[in-house]
């Protein structure tokens, strides 16, 4: 699914400084992934090759597939090696995969945040949640997560889908 604010989340990342962004919305998520990059690691292409290849070797092809599967997300960001980012936070890096949460997660929203939207708001703050829903499902084996966690997270992301008019019927225990 093509995301309407694709040309967006590639402009963004060219640009040297806030006072260069041609809109409030470019400052915004300039400024707020500059912020992101310092406090969290984001890995290249081939570095999560590195930490999938495990017993078979990855390609960038196979990363695509990833994507399109929606088991993993990237966002865009301009490094020496690449124009594409990984969130670190989606790679139990001890067992060398993805972590299966983040694609119950994916799923349901079908490429409708994409790009930096998803990583803020996976690492956004929820009272609800005493934490960031990536902050929560880490600190907690997703088999002994109690009834009313799941329960948070399904209804964050309903009200997500709900900011976008879907039918959210369907949302009910995908997740867990």
């Known amino acids: 699914m093509y995301c309407e604010y694709e040309n967006f989340f590639t402009e963004v990342p060219h640009l040297e400084n806030p006072t260069e962004a041609p809109t409030k ?9 500059q912020m992101y990059i310092k406090k ?12 999938l290849s495990n017993n078979y070797k990855l390609t960038h092809f196979d990363l695509n597939r990833m994507e399109i599967e929606l088991k993993l997300f990237s966002v865009t960001y301009l490094s020496e090696k690449s124009n594409i980012g990984y969130p670190a936070f989606q790679f139990d890096l ?20 994409k790009n930096w939207d998803l990583a803020f708001w996976l690492n956004s703050y929820f009272h609800d949640l005493n934490g960031s829903i990536i902050e929560v499902l880490d600190s907690a084996s997703l088999k002994s997560l109690d009834s009313s966690l799941s329960s948070e997270v399904e209804i964050l992301i309903q009200q997500a889908l709900r900011e976008r008019n ?11």
Not at 106 to 113: H, I, R, V
């Open 166 to 176: 879907v039918d959210t019927e369907d949302v009910t225990n995908i997740l867990f």
């Open 40 to 51: 969290k690691p984001i890995f290249t292409p081939s570095e999560v090759i590195g930490c």
């Open 94 to 113: 001890q067992a060398g995969i993805t972590k299966p949460v983040i694609s119950s997660i994916l799923k349901p929203l079908n490429g409708m945040y």
């Open 25 to 33: 919305q470019h400052e915004i998520y300039f400024n707020e992934s």
